[in-house]
């Protein structure tokens, strides 16, 4: 089997890469080649028997997507994409990346399904930004799109393609919504959502964590490692039993800023709760104000996809996951 990760450089591309490695098999068939692209060079994982291709490559650039699939990978998980903030400060980009990149990957498969059959499995990141308020709490599978961003715009598009084009017959696509993913290693990066991460993951280690926000905010979260799990489950998952609806949000734990802070407490004291300094950001919070606080994910569950069931539990895996198992 060929495998395909769009976005491979990524925090998430990087651990599904690794999964990948580690497992050696999909839908009972070794993995006997990876290609990883994204726009700079992708880390081979460790481990790996077969053959591994890094391709260094700009999806939104027309020809980038037929060299992707010239080798007619057998499963495709398209990660690629700008995040939030920085696709709402910088429109043309967001719609050239997020919209035009993923159609120029549809076209593609499309195309090659015309000449020769080529019809893929893909695994397309969506996020829970397609819905906007007002909301419910919490928010049904069957809640209609949304969006008050250019990111949120620009994936619930995508979701209409995908579904179109599984409906042709082109590919068998899923997309599932991601919740914002918690706590993320590395850096900060420029998703408004980051600071759910930050006043986390800098405490841990001793560091200052800006809040932007206030601590009633309540929010949709799930960790790295359920984010890989929801990939792993969708690469293989009969999607007969998922009809025509492509487009699954994911489970997940709402909760509050404040009640992620006592969860912070809870493990690693007062001293950390300490390092959070509150500095109120208008943009930050204008963004936030329209996002979902929490999903049913009904359907989800019903067909496999768990995540955690409290913020303890997705610092402590962090804690594994990134800091060698102890503070």
Not at 231 to 240: K, N, P, Q, R, T
Not at 244 to 254: K, V
Not at 274 to 293: K, T, V, Y
Request: proline fraction near 6%; charged fraction near 25%.
């Amino acid at each position: 089997m060929h495998i395909l990760v769009i976005g491979a450089a990524g925090m998430i591309g990087r651990k599904l890469a690794q999964r990948l490695a580690q497992d050696g098999a999909l839908m009972e068939r070794d993995i006997t080649a990876l290609t990883l692209a994204d726009v700079v060079p992708a880390d081979a994982p460790a481990g790996f028997a077969g053959k591994v291709s890094i391709e260094t490559l700009d999806l939104s650039e027309p020809e980038a997507a037929n060299r992707m699939i010239a080798s007619r990978p057998d499963v495709i998980f398209h990660l690629a994409a700008i995040v939030s903030g920085e696709a709402e400060l910088d429109f043309e980009k967001g719609y050239k990346i997020n919209l035009d990149g993923t159609r120029h990957l549809f076209e593609a498969i499309r195309i090659a399904h015309m000449a020769d059959g080529y019809r893929p499995r893909l695994v397309f990141t969506s996020s829970i930004a397609i819905a906007g308020a007002p909301l419910p709490f919490p928010i049904p599978d069957d809640f209609h799109a949304t969006p008050l961003t250019s990111y949120g715009t620009q994936k619930a598009i995508c979701e209409l393609l995908l579904s179109d084009y599984s409906r042709k017959g082109y590919f068998d696509g899923l997309g599932i919504r991601l919740p914002t993913i918690c706590i993320r290693p590395g850096k900060p990066n420029k998703a408004a959502s980051g600071f759910f991460s930050n006043i986390l993951r800098e405490p841990l280690v001793g560091q200052e964590a800006v809040l932007p926000v206030s601590e009633d905010l309540r929010h949709w979260h799930a960790s790295p490692r359920s984010a890989v799990g929801f990939l792993m489950h969708g690469a293989i998952i009969d999607l007969e039993r998922v009809g025509p609806r492509r487009n699954l949000s994911m489970p997940g734990l709402s909760a509050t800023v404040g009640e992620q802070i006592e969860a912070l407490r809870r493990i690693a004291g007062d001293k950390a709760v300490r390092l959070i300094r509150r500095e109120p950001d208008e943009m930050i919070m204008r963004i936030c104000a329209g996002w979902p606080s929490g999903f049913e994910a009904t359907r989800a569950r019903a067909l496999g996809f768990t995540a955690e069931s409290s913020f303890d539990e997705i610092i402590r895996v962090h804690i594994e996951d990134e800091l060698g198992g102890t503070l």
